[in-house]
């Protein structure tokens, strides 16, 4: 199962207290080199083994250890990281831990947080062999993966206390692929996408400006979609009234030339781009330092070029798979075909503005696909739907 899975899955590493606790840290960092987000929780045995400290530093998290800490519940509570999280892995799961959770306790903050999680949760056991052939563990064990909790190991071999036989926690690796396995593949798994969005405003004097009406509604629908997909989402932003998607990387920029250095900086360790932002495609050729007073006469404004983004970064050489969007009022499918060559782009999805019930400010999208070799037109749809079917057709033209 692959391990890309994991990019921008948050995962809560439980560990309880057994010598093998150590190898939790080495767990902590390999999800970390996937893309996880991690936060550790380690019951008070636990701290016994390995120091907090160690995890921090390792997870890049503050680590949670006491259910009843005014202080560290204040910063984020059990029910919200319960809530928060996507999987949890106990590791190591020591044979009290797995009682106390096949009886349903919540007499610290691990327990707690296993009864209040809705997500996956999985164990891997790590034990004397006695203690994991003994038949009150096998019960437990037994009850927990009726209940749906996944075990992952143990593995036979030999022992911290010198024994031969199962109850050796798994390898930091593998653990890594087991979990990774709890989650579906999305279709851009591990990759990395930017996306712009938005309009930009180009400054006349410090109180005006040059802009459009882009909403960014669906700029900021592709980056949910790309990160739904698995995709570590970089999303560049001109100014607009929505709230930055979960798990994005942001980059709040205003004018075109800022979007442009941005997108520069992104597309250079990025394998796909898509442009979707309604960039000024001119600025005025000198931003007053002070505001312009009015005057009887008539006022000319000098604008000059802005540069092409997607063409810049269509450029670049290696170049990501650069997606464009056309806006056009007529002969859709013909100008959006000259744009895709002009701009040297992989793929374009052309929409008729001219259409009020699609397009800027409108909730519902609907676009033609086209491509050097394809023109493909996608069934209307709200932004937010639309959105998933056109990462999911990027994604399929990826791997051919
Ligand atoms: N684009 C860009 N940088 C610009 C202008 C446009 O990256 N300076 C991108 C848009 O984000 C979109 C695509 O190019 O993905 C097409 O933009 P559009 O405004 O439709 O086309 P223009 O090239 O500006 O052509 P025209 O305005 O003449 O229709």
Not at 74 to 100: K, Q, T, V, Y
Not at 211 to 233: D, F, I, Q, R
Not at 287 to 310: F, H, T, Y
Request: proline letters at 5%; a neutral charge; glycine letters at 6%.
């Amino acid at each position: 199962m692959p391990t890309q899975n994991l990019a921008n899955k948050r995962i809560i590493v439980g560990i309880s207290g057994g010598i093998a606790a150590y190898k939790a840290a080495e767990l902590v960092r390999r999800l970390k080199q996937h893309e996880a987000d991690v936060r550790v929780v380690m019951t008070a045995a636990a701290q016994q083994f390995i120091t907090p400290l160690t995890l921090q530093a390792l997870s890049g998290n503050p680590v949670h250890t006491a259910l009843l800490n005014t202080e560290a519940e204040a910063a984020m509570g059990h029910i919200e990281l319960a809530r928060w999280a996507d999987a949890m892995l106990i590791a190591p799961a020591s044979a009290n831990c797995i009682a106390r959770v096949a009886q349903g306790q919540g007499d610290d903050l691990l327990t707690t947080l296993v009864l209040a999680l809705k997500a996956p949760l999985a164990l891997a056991p790590a034990m004397n062999q006695a203690m994991w052939l003994d038949e009150a563990t096998h019960d437990n064990v037994q009850l927990l993966v009726r209940r749906g909790i996944a075990l992952f190991g143990p593995a036979e071999g030999s022992q911290a206390c010198g024994d031969t036989g199962p109850g050796r926690m798994l390898e930091a690796d593998e653990l890594a692929e087991r979990l990774a396995g709890l989650f579906n593949t999305g279709s851009m798994a591990g990759l990395r996408v930017t996306i712009t969005a938005g309009p930009t405003r180009e400054a006349i004097d410090p109180v005006r400006f040059i802009s459009n009406h882009s909403s960014g509604k669906m700029g900021y629908a592709l980056a949910e979609a790309a990160v739904e997909a698995g995709a570590l989402t970089t999303l560049i932003s001109g100014p607009v009234a929505l709230p930055p998607p979960p798990k994005v990387s942001m980059v709040q920029v205003r004018s075109a030339l800022e979007m442009h250095d941005a997108s520069i900086a992104a597309a250079a360790r990025c394998d796909v781009f898509i442009a979707t932002a309604a960039v000024a495609d001119y600025r005025p050729k000198t931003v007053a330092n002070q505001k312009i007073k009015k005057s009887g006469e008539a006022m000319v404004l000098e604008l000059e070029r802005n540069p092409d983004i997607i063409t810049a970064v269509a450029k670049l050489k290696p170049a990501p798979y650069c997606v464009g969007f056309a806006a056009e009022t007529e002969k859709v499918v013909e100008h959006a075909r000259s744009k895709l060559q002009q701009k040297g782009l992989n793929l374009i999805f052309a929409n008729d503005v001219a259409n009020a019930g699609i397009g800027f400010n409108s909730e519902e999208n609907q676009v033609t696909l086209i491509s050097a070799e394809e023109t493909l037109t996608l069934e209307q749809a709200p932004k937010q739907k639309l959105a998933r079917v056109l990462i999911n057709e990027i994604a399929k033209r990826l791997c051919h």
